[in-house]
């Protein structure tokens, strides 16, 4: 493995632990007999999961691994993931609960109870099969956090299409490539979006993205910064509808349809190691179950009494499994906001979690290392005592973060429980079980019941306590991913091949055991960056640099960076001597690769070289340049095909060239 950056050396140096209080232990909704149960009978455990569902039709098998690596999961068994998410929590008289507490960047809101979500998902869904789509269509949903994004969600999942929801942040480039490599009927967008105060265009992005594109049919906008906005939002006649014109009048009666356990639900685009991100794909029945089944034990969730907040985007899988299917499987009351943390002032989220009452609380490290920067002040102006449990997801929290989150903002009381899991996982994975577990700052600690995991080395046997290596999960869960979308043999090859021989998911993450047998992770193996919890890769930010017409080449590395966990660094060598390699060309880089890709790719900076360290064979040393990146030392370079080429950038750079 490679050394490890200064603020995970920290981690591997920690040894507090924080045992649950005998209060929190005693009403707590896991157990610790939750592993013992789960390990006498894995089938048996997942086959009682299932049943927190209402299916149409039961199941026969719980598992079928013999087509491995693809997994089905309650095989036979039939249930519309939308009624599970809503209709049932009305039929049993809880229509007037709230199910989402919005809040609007700009301070309106909107309180959603139950019986209402009911009709707006109905009325959506009606809208949808007016316009022809059926099950198997795919709907393709760019929207920032509106109440709308969820009701489109659901009204894909009760009609059985797949949503493929695309981040609000991504360029029209990166919209469009996912659209056609998925074949989208529908898009779902809105005029503008709020950000930092000001009303951004999304619509005219959109129509940039769809320019050509021959699958979509319909273009449906949700109005929602209206004249705020400046200028026209770009319409086409016969291909755009605004949300309100074609869902309000829809009938709020829709029937929903049983589907197959392992009916498509979603695909969602994630970043490999190569430029072209990949369509996770995420069916029904084995999804839910485990996305409720985490839900309710590793928040501690008690319907009804608490007010839960995820702050993800629904453009992330954690918006997916922890914003949209979890929660309201298990009838969630939860905050939902649209905006930035700072938007209006530092102590929004605080604000937020006064107000409602927030008491579950799930967030990234680094925001909890923005916040950390923003001074413990801006919390302490505010009423948190409703807090009792703490979520982090994302990328490693370093211990520095962990004990300001736990002292801060939990009131030194509130469990943390570190959540370790990936697009591709759907679910949670590894983590503390609140009320069972003894946490420790910065470890994710110990795979769930009803999961395995394992640290391996190089040839796949387990490493012991105390040893490094990669993470694998050796055993078939309800959650995994179902394939790579139109690419088998990629979801073979990523996954399923460095551990052929043993036939473990390969995570692509670097992790160690403590004496106790606790996982630590330690962040990707791969050439996968992890900037502020969004994974990018370094492929696809080097293809956006070179398709810039003076970059020859580039390189593209994760630096650490003390609070977005790494920043994009890049390496590029200019065409001709003739281009010059200032400042204003750097910027015109950055701006290019934030036009490919969104502004979350946009590399912190780029360093115009005169060559790239590379191996005989041609393979960039990435390793070399991660250390000019974080001014470390060289390390060892006798791989090099010219070994002097470190000179020549150390140089280089020293000189400003
Ligand atoms: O490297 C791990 C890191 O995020 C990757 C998955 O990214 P993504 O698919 O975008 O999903 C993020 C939200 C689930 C993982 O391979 N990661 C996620 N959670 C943690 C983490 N690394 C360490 N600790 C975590 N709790």
Known sequence: ????????????????????????????????????????????????????LSWD???TQVLDWTNAPFAKWFVGGKLNVAYNCVDRHVESGHGEQVAIHWVGEPGDTRDITYAQLKDEVSKAANALTSLGVTAGDVVAIQLQMVPEAIFAMLACARIG????????????????????????????????????????????????????????????????????????V?????????????????????TPE???????????????????????????????????????????????EDVYWCTADIGWITGHSYIVYGPLANRVTQVVYEGTPNTPHEGRHWEIIQKYKVSIYYTAPTLIRTFMKWGADIPAKYDLTSLRVLGSVGEPINPEAWIWYRETIGAS???????????????????????????????????????????????????PHGG?????????????????????????????????????????????????????LLGRVDDVMNVSGHRISTTEVESALVSHPTVAEAAVVGATDPTTGQGIVAFVILRGNAVDGGEEAVQELRNHVAKEIGPIAKPRQIMVVPELPKTRSGKIMRRLLRDVAENRAIGDVTTLADSSVMDLISTGLQSGK
Do not use: C
């Open 1 to 52: 493995m490679t050394e490890q950056s200064p603020a995970l050396v920290n981690l591997l140096t920690e040894s507090r632990t924080f045992p649950p209080s005998d209060e929190f232990a005693g009403q707590a909704n896991a157990k610790a007999d939750l592993y013992a149960k789960a390990d006498a009978d894995r089938e048996q455990f997942w086959a009682e999961q299932a049943e927190r």
């Open 57 to 59: 039709t039961q199941w």
């Open 161 to 232: 299409a797949l949503h493929s929801v695309v981040f609000g942040g991504f360029s029209p480039t990166a919209l469009r490539a996912r659209v056609d490599d998925a074949s989208a009927k529908i898009v779902i967008t809105s005029d503008g979006q709020y950000r930092r105060g000001k009303a951004a265009p999304m619509k005219a992005n959109v129509d940039e993205a769809l320019e050509g594109a021959e699958t979509v049919e319909k273009v449906i906008v949700v109005r929602r910064t209206g004249s705020d906005l400046a200028g026209e």
């Open 234 to 254: 770009p319409w086409t006649d016969g291909r755009d509808l605004w949300w309100h014109d074609l869902v309000d009048g829809q009938s709020a009666e829709h």
């Open 258 to 304: 049983a589907f197959d356990s392992e009916h498509p639900l979603f695909i969602l685009y994630t970043s490999g190691t190569t430029g072209r991100p990949k369509g996770i794909l995420h069916t029904s029945g084995g999804y839910l179950t485990q996305a409720a089944y985490t839900h309710h034990n590793v928040f501690d969730h008690k319907p009804g």
């Open 413 to 463: 009381k509130a469990p943390i429980v570190d959540t370790w899991w990936q697009t591709e996982t759907g679910s949670i994975m590894i983590s503390p079980l609140p009320g069972v577990t003894s946490t420790k700052p910065g470890s994710a600690q110990r795979a769930l019941p009803g999961i395995s995991a394992k640290v391996v080395d190089d040839q796949g046997n387990e490493v």
């Open 468 to 520: 490094g290596g990669y993470l694998v999960l050796d055993q078939p869960w309800p959650g995994m991913l179902r394939g790579v979308w139109g690419d088998e043999e990629r979801f073979r090859e990523t996954y399923w091949s460095r551990f052929a021989d043993q036939g473990f998911y390969f995570a692509g993450d670097g992790a160690k055991y403590d004496d106790d047998g606790d996982i630590w």
